[in-house]
């Protein structure tokens, strides 16, 4: 052999190599055009696929509200680990994707079974599609069943297993799957069909859940509950087969009926809802600090009780967690839908007159100021302010009575007096400072008529105030969005002493028939006209307001706090579920005594401009009449009143007599003069002497 090679060979080797670079031109040539393809078809769109449904969720990440896109489409966003039921993710990966974990995007095995299944049976047996490809097709979704379709989904899908991980890959389809109509995804699919979240799904419903997909439209539970049904018994059925499911459970399962009907997606707190959606633009999950268990049993108070005071009248209620200012409950009206009660109308935010719910600050800042103590005396008898003559609700007076009893009373006399000792542009003032937005008629400055509900305030701006009370003095801002840091500082309402009073004075107010003795310290207020009904109180963690009344500002005959308000403040404790915590103990410096223990200027209150006795045996002392006594004057004929006798011991001449503010003229060498004593009723007279000492009595005339 010469080792030349034969031209046959070298022939037939010439054609192998032209074959073989054609097939490596053309094979170049579709890589190219593959590619070309693949570039045409641009970034996949996960942008759009991420977007969802707005939805508002409690301080537990518990479901309150979503707001459908603007399509219309219901799509919640999940997390597959920490929303949705195990049992129902084992059953959708043993029935459409076994090997999920560990595929690249396509399944080769699953799509060879497919393939050999159309073609040995004439028809689709079964799909072949991973779910990373159901997510690229219900990512782009096309209307035709082609190769070239699946083709798309296949590169598509491995597209999607470069770019994310297996848990977002799983989430987004849980997120997009078809569950019939305008339901996507299986947390608005097992609201909808269930009326429930999906961590908690029996064996019956996880599989439906997994069979509707396939099919959305024709087996929709509110359409065509049979095919949804059969749908379901036939991944059950195969469930069993592979031995996923036991027999008896599948049994059970099979026979559970299925739901014909859907159910609304949940509304709870829709006030704050569309308040917190009007406020953060474009975040798909919105935290309140409010708790879903607290909102929905507040909600249903606020509706029965206002279906039982009667038509027109609606009820708002917040709860308020002291300590951190946190809204836990807001109940904006009774019924959100009802157009008779105007139900969209949030009342908690509506500036109404706040009757005597002002009154616990008038008393706070007189004890702060020192010149009244919870144990001291004050008149509840007429009186007159220049014009204004303040008159108890029940049109009756008290007398002289303990300051504690003047407040958990509600009287007006001593109330009024109080702000007119402390003074009502300072009350305002301090309000304003405490965080408070008080609204007075136009051109108006503060008077004294705010103390018994002259002046506007909302709901909201009072349950702060009595948290600031429960805090000892300072008052938080309220906070509702959890979304949304507030560095606000606390701020001044009084001192801790004067606050510390107040809870204690307050909690001794007589409950209402429904309410247990000192458990709460709370206030009640009726506006002008039986318009508003309000209760606001406290214990050591909570503070809950209440309003009641008509959103339209009409009266209501008979519309009180203490019996239309209180009750439902009472019953909202109740139904927290927890036993009213302690009030704080008394701060450092605050003075608990009784009335004979407390420093002689403290023992009773004496109103602006009347002058004290100076404790000096020199000092005038009436003796006649006596301080309380009542004094019958007999009239003549011609209706004149008869002469009334002061007699005073003590005090250096001369000496003058006032009554009710008016000279009378002056005392005699024996110390006594006949004064003309007004019409019928309380009378306040007064003696001063040369020194400036004084005396006064307070008696009524008959």
Known sequence: MDGRVKPGHDARGGRLRKVFLRGAVAFAVVCVAFAGWVISLGPLPLDQARRVSTTIVDRNGKLLRAYAMDDGRWRLPVDAKRDVDPTYLKLLLAFEDKRFHSHAGIDPLALSRAAFQLVTSGHIVSGGSTITMQLARLMEPRRERSVYAKLRQMVRAVELERQLSKEEILNLYLALAPFGGNLE?????????????????SLAEAALLVALPQSPETRRLDRYPDAARAARDKVLIRMVEEGI?????????????????????????????????????????????LDANLQKVLEALARDRALALGPGISVGIIAVDNESGEVLAHVGSADYFDERRAGQVDMTRAVRSPGSTLKPFIYGLAFEDGFVHPESLIDDRPIRFGSYAPENFDMTFQGTVPVRRALQLSLNVPAIALLDRVGSSRLSSRLKQAGTSLVLPKDEAPGLAMGLGG??????????LYAGLARLGTTRPLREIANVRDEREPMRLMDQAAAWQIGNVLIGTPPPENGTHNRIAFKTGTSYGYRDAWSVGYDGKMTIGVWVGRPDGAPVPGLIGRTAA??????????????????????????VASNAKLPPPLRRFRPMGELVRTGSDLAPRIQFPLNGSRIDIDRT?????????????????????????ASAG?????????VEPPGPGFARLTVIDATGAADTVVIRIQ
């Open 666 to 674: 002056e005392i005699d060498s024996r110390r006594q003069r006949l």
């Open 637 to 661: 004929g011609d209706g004149q009143n008869a002469a009334m006798p002061v007699k005073v011991a003590g005090g250096v001449l001369p000496m003058t007599v006032l009554v009710n503010g």
């Open 566 to 591: 209180a009750p439902i403040l009472f019953d909202a404790f109740a139904r927290t579920g927890k036993i009213p915590a302690p009030l704080a103990k008394a701060p450092k410096g605050a003075l």
């Open 185 to 201: 995804g299986i947390r608005a699919a097992a609201i909808a069909y269930f009326g429930k979240e999906p961590k908690r799904l």
């Open 455 to 464: 002046v506007g305030v909302t709901l909201q701006d009072l349950a702060q």
């Open 245 to 289: 499911v036991g027999n008896d459970d599948a049994a059970q399962a099979r026979a559970t009926v299925v739901p014909k009907l859907r159910k609304p997606m949940p509304i709870l707190a829709p006030h704050s809802s569309d308040q917190a959606i009007a406020t953060i633009k474009d975040t798909p999950v919105i935290r309140l600090t």
